[in-house]
């Protein structure tokens, strides 16, 4: 048994060509025009609708973002459990020529050698002065050439010390004989 479906007739009414088959035009609601603008101006129209604290917070942390990525902090060091105070900066170093009595003493001597400069007076046998220590712990900068000794055997040896340490060594040289011992 076979059926046959009727064609699908168009109805006048339907057909593309009226005018009926076009829907009734619609009215769109009158609006204001869209302004887009830029954060600026969203952060002033926010401050003029009372929201103020949350712009606050938006600029303050806007401008903390780009102070930080402008000039980045250093790193924080790890805390640590003790605290250790830091020791005190070196006292800048200056050169001091000190002569020493004894010239067989500074043959023994290279440079960055660690020395103590002693010095005894120059008053006879008997006196009740004694020996004092002016400098301890002072780098032998430069020794003299093997052969170059004063007349009365002494010889110059520069010493790398603090400066108030060689103002010291500078007035005890005046007054006594200066000796080292190597440390």
Do not use: K, W, Y
Not at 97 to 102: G, Q, S
Not at 103 to 129: F, Q, Y
């Amino acid at each position: 048994m076979t059926t046959t479906h009727p064609s699908p007739s168009l109805s006048p009414s339907l057909s593309p060509s009226s005018p009926s088959s076009v829907p009734a035009p619609c009215t769109v609601p009158p609006f204001e025009p869209l302004r887009v603008r830029g954060a600026r101006h969203r952060l002033r129209r926010a401050l003029r609708r009372g929201r103020r604290a949350p712009a606050l917070l938006l600029a303050l942390t806007a401008g903390a973002l780009a102070v930080a990525h402008t000039n980045p902090a250093p790193a924080a060091p790890p805390p640590t459990t003790t605290t250790r105070a830091r020791p005190p900066a070196p006292a800048p170093l200056v050169s001091a020529p000190v002569r020493i009595a004894d010239a067989a003493t500074v043959r023994l001597l290279r440079p960055g050698d660690r020395v103590d400069v002693i010095a005894a007076p120059n008053s006879p046998l008997g006196a009740e002065d004694e020996a004092r220590v002016v400098a301890t712990g002072a780098r032998v900068a430069e020794v003299p050439p093997p052969g170059e000794t004063r007349s009365d055997g002494g010889a110059l040896v520069v010493l790398s010390v603090p400066r108030p340490t060689a103002a010291a060594l500078a007035g005890a040289g005046v007054t006594s004989q200066l000796a080292v011992t190597v440390c």
